[in-house]
C-alpha cells in the first residue's frame, strides 16, 4: 500500500508523548489544592500506564539518604517535560571562621535510581509539609499496575531496616524521625566523671538504668509491666542535660546496646502516637521527652496517659521526662507513681559541688601552662560564685578564660582589695578575671544579685519548704510563711527578686 493510501498518519511537532507531570504539578501548586497526592498519582498512571506507582513518605523512608549513603545510585534527569523545580543558597558554615558552600533545595525533582540492579523511575516533590517519593517500577508475574510492585517493597524493607539498624545514632523526634549522628558523636564525649551532682543522687542516677534493663525477669515474675518512668526536674542549667547525655552514653556501652530516641517536640496527638508507635518497635530502649510540659498538654493529655498505660505494650521502656517547672505539670505526670515513678531534684548546686566544678576546670587547664590554677583557688571560687547555677559557673569559666585570651587586664591588685578581695588570691591572674567575671554576672542576674529562690531557701519562709517550690520566674507571685502571713513578692526575668511586702 502506498503512502498515500495509508489511512493514518501521525505527525508530531512538540514531541510530547502525552500529559506530562509537570504540567499537573505546575497547574496544582498554582491554583487550589485539595489533595496534591492523588492528583499526581493520577497523572503518573496517565503518563506512564505500564507501570506501577508506589507513593512514599520522605519521613518514613528517604531513598535519596539511601543512596548517599552509597547503597543505591540516584542520578538526577532533567528534561523539559519533567523540569527542576529548586532554590539556590549559601549554606554557611556551622562554625564561625570557616567556609560555607551553596545548597539547594529541591521541590520538584526526577531521577533514575538503581538499587540491586533494578531500575526505577523516581519524583520527588515538596508541597507545603507534604516530601513524597513517587517510585516507578515495571509488573512482575502476577502483578498489575494497580498492586503493590514487590520489588519496590523490597526497596522500602531495606532502607527501613537499615535506618534502624545503625546502631550509632540517637532518634531524635521533632515532628517527625530522624537519625542523628551529630548528636550521637556530643553524646560520646559526655561521660559521669563530667557531671557534679551530689554524690547519693549520681550513685542512683548511674545505677537506676542498669537494674531497669537488667530487671525483666522480675518484672514478669511479679506480674507487672516491664516499664518505668522518671522526672528529671529543677531550675535551668544544673545538671538535667549532661546527665541524660552521659546515661544516653552507658546505655550505648552495654551489650547489646540500648537506643536513645529524644522527643524535642510533639505538639499534636498523631505525633504522640508517632513516638509510642516508634519506641514500642525500638525496645528495650530509652525515651527521653524534653520538657514535657510542652509535650503534654490539656488538649492531648488524654490520649498521652493512653500511649503511657493504655492497652498498648510498653515493655522494655524506660522514660524520662525533664521540665524546669514541675508545679506546672498535670498531675496525671507528676502524682502518677505507675507512671513516672521517681523525681530527681536538680537544685542549685552546693558549696562543695561548687568546689568540684572549680575543680573540673582546674583539672581540664593542667595542661595549659600559660594559665596558673592551683588547687588552692578552687574553694574562693566556689565562695564567691553563692546561687549560681552550672551554666553560670561555666559562663563564668568561659568568660575568664576569653578575657585571658584576648591579653585583657583584668583589673589592678588595688581595685579588688577594696571590693573586699584577699590579697594572696588576688595575685593570680586567673583569680582576678574570674572575680571579675561573677560580678558582671551577678548585675545580669539582677539588681540584688540574689536569685529568688535563694533567697526563699535561706530565709526558710515558705510554707511547702524547700526544694519542693523549685524556684520562681519573672513577674509578681506570693506565698504564706509558716504564721499564715501572706508574702507578695517580685522577681525580675531571671528570677532575682526585688521586692517583697508583708
Not at 183 to 204: F, G, R
Not at 380 to 400: C, G, H, R
Amino acid at each position: 500500500m502506498s503512502a498515500s493510501a495509508e489511512p493514518f498518519t501521525i505527525v508530531s511537532e512538540s514531541g510530547h508523548s502525552g500529559p506530562q507531570l509537570f504540567e499537573k504539578f505546575h497547574d496544582s501548586t498554582s491554583a487550589k489544592i485539595a489533595d496534591i497526592d492523588v492528583q499526581l498519582v493520577t497523572s503518573l498512571r496517565a503518563q506512564y500506564p505500564d507501570l506501577i506507582v508506589t507513593t512514599i513518605p520522605t519521613t518514613n523512608v528517604n531513598l535519596l539518604q539511601f543512596a548517599a549513603a552509597g547503597y543505591a545510585t540516584a542520578e538526577l534527569e532533567v528534561t523539559e517535560d519533567d523540569p527542576i523545580i529548586r532554590w539556590r543558597g549559601f549554606v554557611p558554615s556551622v562554625h564561625r571562621g570557616r567556609e560555607g558552600s551553596l545548597g539547594e533545595n529541591r521541590f520538584f525533582s526526577k531521577y533514575r535510581y538503581t538499587w540491586n540492579n533494578e531500575k526505577f523511575i523516581m519524583y520527588c516533590v515538596i508541597v507545603g509539609y507534604n516530601q513524597l517519593q513517587y517510585v516507578l517500577k515495571e509488573p512482575r508475574d502476577g502483578e498489575s499496575t494497580l498492586s503493590n510492585s514487590v520489588v519496590t517493597d523490597a526497596l522500602i524493607a531495606t532502607i527501613g531496616k537499615w535506618m534502624v539498624s545503625d546502631e550509632d545514632v540517637i532518634f531524635v523526634f521533632d515532628n517527625f524521625w530522624t537519625a542523628s549522628k551529630e548528636l550521637w558523636k556530643q553524646v560520646q564525649k559526655a561521660n559521669w566523671d563530667d557531671v557534679i551532682l551530689d554524690p547519693s543522687m549520681k550513685k542512683a542516677l548511674t545505677s537506676v538504668s542498669g537494674k531497669f534493663f537488667d530487671s525483666e525477669d522480675v518484672y514478669k515474675e511479679y506480674g507487672v509491666p516491664w516499664k518505668r518512668g522518671l522526672i528529671f526536674h529543677g531550675p535551668v542549667g544544673n545538671g538535667k542535660t549532661i546527665s541524660i547525655k552521659a546515661l544516653m552514653h552507658t546505655l550505648y556501652q552495654r551489650s547489646p546496646k540500648i537506643p536513645s530516641l529524644y522527643v524535642k517536640s510533639a505538639p499534636y496527638t498523631y505525633h504522640i502516637r508517632a513516638v509510642f508507635e516508634f519506641a514500642r518497635r525500638m525496645t528495650p530502649c530509652l525515651l527521653i521527652l524534653e520538657d514535657i510540659e510542652t509535650i503534654v498538654t490539656p488538649a492531648n493529655r488524654s490520649y498521652f496517659f493512653n500511649e503511657v498505660d493504655g492497652l498498648e505494650n510498653n515493655d522494655g521502656m524506660l522514660t524520662i521526662a525533664t521540665t524546669n517547672y514541675l508545679d506546672r505539670l498535670d498531675p496525671g505526670l507528676s502524682k502518677r507513681p505507675s507512671r513516672f515513678d521517681r523525681k530527681y531534684l536538680f537544685p542549685l548546686p552546693s558549696f562543695e559541688e561548687r568546689v568540684l566544678y572549680c575543680d573540673y576546670w582546674r583539672r581540664k587547664l593542667q595542661k595549659k601552662p600559660s594559665i596558673e590554677f592551683p588547687k588552692v583557688l578552687c574553694r574562693p571560687m566556689a565562695k564567691i560564685t553563692d546561687d549560681f547555677s552550672f551554666a553560670y559557673l561555666q559562663e563564668a569559666f568561659v568568660a575568664t578564660l576569653l578575657v585571658l585570651a584576648r591579653g585583657e587586664e583584668p583589673g589592678s591588685h588595688e581595685e579588688y582589695a577594696e571590693d573586699g578581695g584577699d590579697g594572696d588570691l588576688e595575685s593570680y591572674e586567673l583569680y582576678r578575671a574570674f572575680r571579675a567575671q561573677v560580678k558582671l554576672l551577678r548585675e545580669d542576674m539582677g539588681s540584688s544579685g540574689v536569685p529568688m529562690h535563694a533567697w526563699c531557701k535561706a530565709s526558710n519562709v515558705c510554707r511547702v519548704g524547700w526544694p519542693a517550690c523549685g524556684g520562681f520566674t519573672g513577674g509578681a507571685s506570693s506565698f504564706r510563711t509558716t504564721d499564715g502571713d501572706a508574702v507578695h513578692f517580685k522577681a525580675n526575668h531571671t528570677g532575682a527578686f526585688e521586692s517583697w511586702i508583708i
